[in-house]
C-alpha cells in the first residue's frame, strides 16, 4: 500500500529563517513519483516539484530546494530565507510511474501548515 | 481566465438536500478528477474521468454521482447530503494522452456545509 507521512502539522517561522517540511513515503512500486504541492490561503493546490524514484538527484529552484533520500524514503522540502508569502499549506504526494495513464492517482499527506511571521 | 473554475465556491444546505458542483477547464486536458478535503485538511480522490468516461471510483457512497458531459466539464451531484459530506470538494484537471506526470491543476475548492 502506498503512503505518505507529513509528521509536522504546522511550523512557525520568523521571516528570514530556514525551514525544512518533511515527508516520509511507504511504496512496494519499484518506480514512482514524488511530489509537493502548495495549497496558499486561496484555497487551489498548486504543483511545485516532481521527482522520478530513480533520480536522486537533490533539486534547487530559486528559495526552494528538495532532498531526495531512497535509503530512508524520505523526500524533504526546504525553503530558504522564507517570506511571508509562503505561508500555505504544503503537501507531499506519490504516484505510481507506470504509464497507466487516468488509472494513476495522487495519494497526498496529511500537509504542514507554515505561517511566516514578518 | 481561470483555467479551472468551480461554482459554487460556497454552498450552506440542510442534511437531506441534493446539491450539485459544477467544474469546468480550459485548458484542454483529457482528464478529469474530484478530491475531498476534510476539515483536517486531508485530501483524498473521488473520482476520475478521462475523454468522458470514468475511471477511478474510490469507494465513495452511492449518494454521489459523477457526471462528465464532455471532457472540459465534469459536476458532482449530492444525494441526501449528511453532516459527514461537509468539506472542501476540488476539482482538478491534467493531460495524460502523453503519459501520466501528475502534474494536476487545481479548482480553487468548493466549501460544503451541512447543517
Known amino acids: 500500500a502506498q503512503k505518505v507521512t507529513q509528521a509536522q502539522t504546522e511550523i512557525s517561522v520568523v521571516e528570514k529563517e530556514d525551514v525544512t517540511l518533511d515527508c516520509v513515503y511507504e511504496t512496494r512500486d519499484t518506480t514512482y513519483y514524488l511530489f509537493w504541492y502548495k495549497q496558499p490561503p486561496s484555497g487551489e493546490l498548486v504543483f511545485l516539484i516532481r521527482r522520478n524514484s530513480f533520480d536522486e538527484q537533490n533539486e534547487i529552484s530559486g528559495r526552494y530546494s528538495w532532498n531526495f533520500q531512497k535509503s530512508t524514503s524520505s523526500f524533504n522540502f526546504t525553503i530558504t530565507a522564507s517570506q511571508v508569502v509562503d505561508s500555505a499549506v504544503y503537501f507531499c504526494a506519490l504516484s505510481e510511474a507506470s504509464y497507466g495513464g487516468a488509472t494513476n492517482k495522487l495519494i497526498f499527506g496529511t500537509g504542514t501548515l507554515l505561517a511566516v511571521q514578518p | 481566465d481561470t483555467a479551472v473554475s468551480q461554482t459554487p465556491k460556497y454552498l450552506v444546505t440542510q442534511m437531506g438536500n441534493d446539491k450539485s458542483i459544477k467544474c469546468e477547464q480550459n485548458?484542454?486536458?483529457?482528464?478529469m478528477y474530484w478530491y475531498k478535503q476534510d476539515s483536517k485538511k486531508f485530501l483524498k480522490i473521488m473520482f476520475s474521468?478521462?475523454?468522458?468516461?470514468?475511471?477511478i471510483n474510490e469507494t465513495v457512497p452511492n449518494r454521489f454521482s459523477p457526471k462528465s458531459p464532455d471532457k472540459a466539464h465534469l459536476n458532482l451531484h449530492i444525494n441526501s447530503l449528511e453532516l459527514g459530506d461537509s468539506a472542501v470538494y476540488f476539482c482538478?484537471?491534467?493531460?495524460?494522452?502523453?503519459?501520466?506526470?501528475?502534474?494536476?491543476?487545481f479548482g480553487e475548492g468548493s466549501r460544503l456545509t451541512v447543517l
Open positions: 474521468y478521462n475523454n468522458k468516461e470514468l475511471i
Open positions: 482538478a484537471s491534467t493531460n495524460v494522452a502523453g503519459g501520466w506526470t501528475g502534474e494536476l491543476f
Open positions: 485548458l484542454g486536458h483529457d482528464t
